[in-house]
Nanobody, 125 residues
Framework: QVQLVESGGGLVQTGGSLRLSCAAS????????MGWFRQAPGKGREFVAA????????YYADSVKGRFTVSRDNTKYTLYLQMDSLKPEDTALYYC??????????????????WGPGTQVTVSP
C-alpha cells in the first residue's frame, strides 16, 4: 500500500482559494488512481474528486464542479486539489486516498484502500 500525507489546509474567507497537496511514499503512486474525500463535522465522509493514473480523466462531485480542480504530478508522487471560490459548506477534514487500480472505477470509499490522516479546511463566512 502507498502511504499518503496531506498538507495545505487552513483558514480562508468565503470566496478564497487553497491548494491541497498529498505526498505519496513512493513510485507505486503512479500505478493508482487517486481521490479526494472530505468529512464535515457530524457528517459522513463524501467524495470530492478523483483522477486516473495518468491524469487524463478527472471526476468531481456536483457540489464542487467548476470550483475545484484535481491534478497529479507523477514525477513528484504528489496529488493536488486546487480549491477556488470556497464556501462555508466546504469546511471539512480533507483526505486523499489511493484507488485499487490505475482507473477510477467508482467514486465510493470501498474502491480506495489507502488513506492519509487528513488536513483541515475551514471557510469563514
Amino acid at each position: 500500500q502507498v502511504q499518503l500525507v496531506e498538507s495545505g489546509g487552513g483558514l480562508v474567507q468565503t470566496g478564497g482559494s487553497l491548494r491541497l497537496s498529498c505526498a505519496a511514499s513512493g513510485r507505486t503512486f503512479v500505478s493508482y488512481a487517486m481521490g479526494w474525500f472530505r468529512q464535515a463535522p457530524g457528517k459522513g465522509r463524501e467524495f470530492v474528486a478523483a483522477i486516473n493514473w495518468s491524469g487524463s480523466s478527472t471526476y468531481y462531485a456536483d457540489s464542487v464542479k467548476g470550483r475545484f480542480t484535481v491534478s497529479r504530478d507523477n514525477t513528484k508522487y504528489t496529488l493536488y486539489l486546487q480549491m477556488d471560490s470556497l464556501k462555508p459548506e466546504d469546511t471539512a477534514l480533507y483526505y486523499c486516498a489511493a484507488g485499487l487500480s490505475r482507473w477510477v472505477t467508482t467514486t465510493t470509499e470501498p474502491d480506495f484502500n489507502s488513506w492519509g490522516p487528513g488536513t483541515q479546511v475551514t471557510v469563514s463566512p
